[in-house]
């Protein structure tokens, strides 16, 4: 497309919005619309002068473009303040490679058996794995922990602990540096400090001995502490987290013999679960002499009968003949839920109750309303159920509850 045309599109598209413009301000009714409708109106519409005029300036931009290209392929144009022209792939490759860069070709392929290295902290002492928190025989480490004129260690707080970065890690002799460390120096590779013949030679080994067995602690001043610390300290890399207990023998227990414990592997598991509750439940577990937990019982309850106390039994006392006349609807009622078992000072009712744990409470305060609404004087129920403190036949299906 020339200039000319693209002029003629643009005086084209001037005159059009002139034209609307125009005609919302005639004498007609006023229908504005919003800028930005009209502006998406117009360059979604194929046949309008301004989509033509954008699609126009679109194709000549993509033929400068190529043209350029062209002229670089063949050698007219140099590349100079054309990158931006250029592939991602074009650019990296006229890069200069950095001979310190790390080659991915030269790592080899990843598979399963990078996963089976491990780190340091990475142990299972289970298996056998070496502790690599024990000290290296080799070095020698401080014997001895500062303390203050209380003898409390230095830095010691009952708060958080110990907090003395000079403790039993740390390092009085580190070795030297492998290239003069005696066992791994190599004296070829290394130019001599002095000759053969030099006087000083010795009394340099003198110095260096004697400084070496003043047993200094090497230190620098922690940047982020502010304080000083040993430069060479044992390494600590703690130890896995515990995160069960070991197996034990669950036969394991001072009362019952090899002979008599309950052999719960030739058990079924339904059956097995039923035996373990049951012994769970009655007291009077393997691990207890036989007759301890009879015995308890027998004291627990021997004061009901030596004082005469009814409360937390289920032993009958005395009922006054009016009272329980007048209270016949009530016990209609209840039915064979409850039985009356004494009446004390008159107002409070006693009754062995026969129904669901779950429902007793509800049951008394029920048994109370019905009790005052037959015109009698009710201060409390009392629902006695002796032993049984659950519900057998909602535990599991199974009826047995065993003695408390």
Known sequence: MSSIQLRTASLATALFLLADHTECFSNAAINIRPAAALYNYKLTTSSSPLYMAREALETEETRIRDRILEQIDNGLRDMKDYEEYLEPEQVFDDQDDDDDAIDAATLGQWDERDLQDKFDYEWDPNKGDKDPNNLDPEFEYLDTIEVDEEGIEVGYDPLYGVSNPFDERTIINPPDSYVIDEKTRDDRMVTPEFRDDDPEKDINSDITSFRKSLKMIETHVDPFLNIEVPSHTAKWHGYPEQLSYPPQDYHN??????????DFDAMGPAKARVVAVQMARQKNNEWLPEGLSAEYHARKFAVFKKHGILTGST???????????????????LGDVVELLSIECETVFRFKYHGLIKNKRGMQAWAAKLIRNCNVDCTGVVFETGFRKRDPWYDGGSHWYGPY
């Not at 227990?253 to 309950?262: G, L, V």
């Open 253 to 262: 227990n001072r009362f019952t013999k090899p002979e008599d414990r309950t």
């Open 315 to 333: 032993l009958p006392g005395e009922c006054d003949p009016e009272i329980v006349k007048k209270i016949r609807p009530a016990m209609e009622v």
